[in-house]
């Protein structure tokens, strides 16, 4: 089962700071994902990567950004911190190449609120 | 478009009663499909996949799911609940030209003692 990590676990910020959520995995894993989650919703893909220099945007569009310098690590930022950026962000990573389907093993999400 | 449909919100059920929670895809290949469990404050946990053969499937925690194709669905069953099993239900698709995973809603399973 592959370890993956997000810190902060909590976070409130005041509106227009800019922050950064980190993830980080452990299993070497090319492909890696951050969620959007709101409660009753489903989850929404905001960006993507299938490997190191890879980025690509989601299903959902996002005012965040993403890297992917290394493997393990998959941070997402955002500028300018606004209330609508509040909602959990859930990080994940799977194993295999581009144009397979493979189980994704999540982090704990970070919870962010925005005054 | 692929979709995927939970259509109960919450459902309540008494401890050691069985457990059926609803899951309908739209997609015109096969697709791969999965059960995740989220516990409130974590991550998603994997419960099962389907991707080819038995169309029964088993997964962690004494669940299992069926992929019917002429109904579209995956439904999760467990015959006996446990209060720990109270936490948000998520199926999901992987599908589209991409294979990114297309999710339903999520289904909240509260327990009653």
């Known amino acids: 089962e592959a370890d993956i990590y997000q810190t902060p676990r909590y976070l409130v910020i005041g509106t227009g700071k800019k922050i950064t959520l980190e993830c980080s995995q452990t299993m070497g894993h090319d492909k890696m994902y951050w969620y959007q989650q709101d409660p009753g919703m489903e989850l929404h893909l905001i960006h993507y990567s299938y490997g190191v220099n890879s980025t690509e945007k989601g299903d959902l569009s996002s005012e965040s950004t993403v890297s992917r310098i290394r493997t393990e690590h998959f941070p997402l930022t955002l500028e300018s911190a606004r209330p609508s950026h509040t909602s959990q962000y859930l990080c994940a990573s799977s194993p295999g190449p581009r144009g397979s389907v493979q189980i994704q093993y999540f982090g704990p999400g970070t919870r962010l609120t925005v005054t | ?113």
């Not at chain 2, 069985?18 to 998603?44: D, H, I, M």
């Not at chain 2, 194709?69 to 698709?93: G, I, M, T």
Request: aromatic share 14%.
């Open chain 2, 1 to 113: 478009a692929q979709s995927v449909t939970q259509p109960d919100i919450h459902i309540t059920v008494s401890e050691g009663a069985s457990l059926e929670l609803r899951c309908n895809y739209s997609y015109g290949a096969t697709p791969y499909l999965f059960w995740y469990v989220q516990s409130p404050g974590q991550g998603l946990q994997l419960l099962l996949k389907y991707f080819s053969g038995d169309t029964l499937v088993q997964g962690i925690k004494g669940f299992e799911a069926e992929f019917k194709r002429s109904q579209s669905s995956f439904n999760l069953r467990k015959p006996s609940v446990h209060w720990s099993d109270a936490a948000e239900y998520f199926c999901a698709v992987g599908a589209g030209s991409n294979y990114q995973l297309i999710w339903g809603a999520g289904t909240k399973l509260i327990i009653k003692p």
